[in-house]
């Protein structure tokens, strides 16, 4: 991703581009950001030795221009009907739907999933990452402007927790097990965005954070699928174990850093009276967990092996070092944040 020197330019534009729409006092502004956003993203994304890149890169292409193309044409109607106010809010129910799903098919949230686990199988491990977080930072902002509870917004949560847990059931690929996985978070980001703006950014960093974890490790270790993962006989057990330790912290198992935010939610939404859909996220997660839990005993219990003479490792000592470190914050994170909260 920085071989190229041009990459640096499009670097800088893509993270301006979301600067511009978290920024923006209207809605045109917003849509500029969005479109820097995507152009910049674009020959990222595009690789000549790599078809399937160019694949992914056009479906995103496609479906980001749908997507800004409807925000864009609705928010011309809102400006032409009901003379669009100076703020980013839209009153009429019909205008705002249009436009909140117009923002959850440019992050992939269910049911405008569709070309986001595809896209995710044909890039880099770094791109990927990208998707996953950076590029949902600004629509989930500007949707934070908009997203009040009613029907559609409890259906988007619902339909996204359950189509991130069953869609990773049967996968093998490791893209598209965190491409799942991403959908399911998307729904808890979205349930947050209804009850106030700093649980969703609690959530979205540790999030990002556990999943620039995970695909650090991945990426160090060029791993892409499950049977690669059963027989990572050059790499030392613990690097293993961190790799599913971390996996666990993703899908929010006490008592990990990742459980913190689904905590608060969990408390938060309760206290809203929610208690039907906090059921059904709640179980949901568990499926998650399930075959994350079966990942790692078929790797450590069922198709464990290790040769007695192993070769010479390959990779830096600083792979291990940071694979290790960034594990331990996973995993002792959830103990420091409530002895720090209780001694203040």
Avoid: D
Avoid at 52 to 63: D, I, P, Q, R
Avoid at 292 to 307: D, E, H, P, V, W
Avoid at 332 to 339: M, S, V
Wanted: charged residues 5%.
């Amino acid at each position: 991703m920085f071989k190229n020197p041009t990459n640096l330019l499009f670097i800088g534009t893509l993270v301006s581009g979301t600067l511009i729409s978290i920024s923006a006092n209207s809605w045109f502004g917003a849509w500029i950001g969005l479109e820097i956003n995507l152009l910049s993203f674009i020959p990222l994304m595009a690789n000549t030795s790599n078809l399937m890149s160019t694949e992914a890169s056009l479906k995103y292409f496609l479906t980001q221009a749908l997507a800004s193309a409807t925000l864009l044409f609705t928010v011309i109607a809102s400006a032409m009907i009901f003379s669009l106010p100076s703020t980013l809010h839209i009153s009429n129910v019909f205008l705002n739907t249009l436009v909140s799903s117009s923002l959850l098919l440019k992050m992939g949230a269910a049911p405008f999933h569709f070309w986001f686990p595809g896209v995710m199988e044909g890039l880099s491990w770094i791109n990927g990452l990208t998707l996953m977080t950076w590029q949902k930072l600004a629509p989930l902002m500007l949707l934070s402007f908009n997203f009040t509870l009613n029907t559609f917004t409890s259906l988007i949560i619902i339909a996204s927790v359950i189509i991130g847990s069953i869609g990773g059931l049967n996968q093998t690929s490791l893209r598209k097990i965190l491409a799942y996985s991403s959908i399911n978070h998307l729904g808890w980001l979205t349930a947050a965005l209804m009850i106030g703006e700093n649980l969703w950014n609690i959530y979205f960093i540790t999030y990002t954070f556990l999943t620039a974890t995970i695909i650090f490790m991945l990426w160090s270790f060029k791993l892409s699928h499950l049977s690669q993962t059963y027989s990572l006989t050059y790499i030392p057990p613990v690097i293993k174990f961190s790799l599913f330790m971390s996996l666990l912290s993703l899908g929010g198992l006490p008592p990990f850093i990742g459980f913190l935010p689904k905590w608060i939610i969990i408390q938060s939404l309760t206290t809203a009276n929610l208690k039907i859909i906090v059921t059904i996220m709640v179980v949901m997660t568990l499926i998650t967990l399930f075959y994350y839990l079966r990942i790692g005993f078929s790797a450590f219990m069922f198709l464990y092996n290790q040769t007695l003479w192993n070769p010479p490792s390959s990779h830096p000592s600083y792979h291990y070092l940071m694979a290790l470190t960034l594990t331990a914050i996973s995993t002792f994170g959830l103990i420091i944040c409530t002895g720090i909260y209780h001694v203040l």
